[in-house]
């Protein structure tokens, strides 16, 4: 398990040590600082591309709008400093999806010279970077509703370790397993094209293990859980 999480605020980090498929780097940041790495949120047009900036002004709540903003400009940062060049030179393409071939799979740099994984959920969003895919995913503590909505489409053991917990530990064990879950999916490219069943990642406080996959839960701030899947075997 990491036991440690950098955490990105106002200031432009340090590049410390290197990310490599066995020591990935994880990153935390709190998306409602206006201020991202030394890049003001409010002035983020010229560090992110014509994509992010699209997809941004497509947000009509403004809250979720700076969250985004604020989490692409951390990880442009992120990037740029272990690439050595500016942010807003950083070109960010998708990988063929291993599904269907179309060109929706992992978000890459062309040629990988190195991977990287970003998750946001309420006011917090993680990043990974590796030299090998990876894939990190933070979540929010679900609603009762969401767990009632979503328990049958998970894998059936997954399913029979929830119901068998009580009520009060169900909210935390369904949002650990949907972020390993997802975390897994990100790291293999694949999303949530072939639904919630495959890979059983488990609900219970230590991971299945999961193969082909280092499948690990990172520390986060109360209410949330947080996973970090890298590939092992492509």
């Known amino acids: 398990m990491i036991e440690h999480v950098n955490q990105l605020g106002p200031i432009a980090p340090a590049a410390g040590p290197a990310p490599t498929a066995t020591t990935p780097v994880v990153w935390a940041l709190n998306t409602t600082i206006d201020v991202v790495g030394g890049h003001p949120v409010a002035d983020a047009s010229s560090v992110l591309d014509s994509e992010e900036r699209e997809r941004a002004a497509r ?104 119901t068998a917990l009580p009520a009060a530990e169900r909210i935390t064990a369904l949002a650990r397993c949907w972020a390993r879950k997802e975390a897994c999916l990100k790291a293999a490219g694949t999303g949530l094209a072939n639904g919630l069943v495959d890979p059983y990642v488990g609900t219970l406080p230590d991971p299945a293990a999961v193969p082909g996959h280092r499948l690990t839960d990172l520390p986060t701030p109360a209410r949330y859980q947080a996973a970090l899947a890298v590939l092992t075997a492509t």
């Open 59 to 162: 947000f009509r709540t403004p809250g979720l709008a700076h969250r985004y903003v604020a989490s692409h400009l951390a990880l442009r940062t992120l990037l740029g400093i272990h690439l050595d060049q500016p942010p807003h030179t950083v070109r960010l393409t998708r990988e063929d999806c291993p599904c269907c071939g179309a060109p929706h799979g992992r978000p890459n740099i062309p040629g990988n010279p190195l991977h990287f994984s970003l998750s946001h959920s309420g006011d917090h969003a993680y990043i990974a970077l590796a030299t090998t895919p990876v894939g990190v995913d933070i979540e929010e503590h679900p609603t009762p509703q969401t767990l009632s909505d979503v328990l049958h489409l998970l894998h059936p053991t997954e399913t029979q370790e929830l």
